[in-house]
C-alpha cells in the first residue's frame, strides 16, 4: 500500500496500490481538469483544510452508491411529501446550499471540516461550467405557499447520467433527504445510473444505499466519462 504525491502533471495513480480506506494520493490541486478527470475515474478530494494546505484524493475500491430506482421512501417521508410544506427546485440556489453545507450545525466549527474556501470555489466553478448541481428544499410561507426560507439541500457533480453527491444539510428534520429523494426520482426520469455517496452513513444506507465493487462503478461510469471526452448531464428537468 502506498500514497502517492501528485505534481502539475494531469494523473492518479492506480487506487488498487492505495490505503484501506481509499487514500490514494496527495497534491496536485483543484482546478476544474483535474477534478472531472479524478471524477472520471472515481477518485474524490477530501481533507481537512485546517491541517492541510494539499488536497488529499480518495478511490475506495468498495463503492457506497444509491441506485435512483431502489431509493428508500419510508412511510413518513411519504407522508411529509404529501403534506407539501416544503418545495424543491434544482440549481435556483447553489452558493446557498454549498454555504449551507459548510456552515451548518456549526459544521464549520468542527474537527476536520473540510468544505472551506478553496473547495467552495473549486466547485463553484465547476458548477459556472455547468458540471455541478444544487438540491433545493425551502419552507413554503403565505396562502400561495412560495418559496421561503432554504432549510436544506444537497450539491454534487453530474457526469453524463451519473451523480457524485458531495454534500448535503438540513436545518429542519429530514431536508435533506427531500433533496435526496428528489434527485433520485429526477435521475429515475430519464435513466440515470447511481448516486455515488463516497462514504457510508447510517443516513444513506436507510435510504438504500450499498456497495459495489469498484470494477462494476468503472463500468457503469466508463460508458458517460469515454475517458474524459465528458458529456454535460442531458437532464430536462434543470432549468
Known sequence: MAVYRLDRDLWFPNPYDGEQDGLVAIGGDLLAD???FAYCNGFFPWFSYRDSKEPFWYCPLNRFVIFPEEIHISHSMKQLIKQERYLVTVNKDFNG???????????????????GEDMIKAYTRLHNYGFVFSVEVWEREGEEKKRGRLVGGLYGVGLGKCFFGESMFSLVPNASKLALIHLAKMLRSIGGKFIDCQFETPHLKSMGGRYIPYERYMELLREDCEFMKLKKPDWDFLP
Open 34 to 36: 483535474r477534478l472531472l
Open 97 to 115: 446550499v454549498i454555504n449551507g453545507c459548510a456552515t451548518a450545525n456549526n459544521r464549520i466549527d468542527e474537527l476536520g471540516a473540510w468544505l
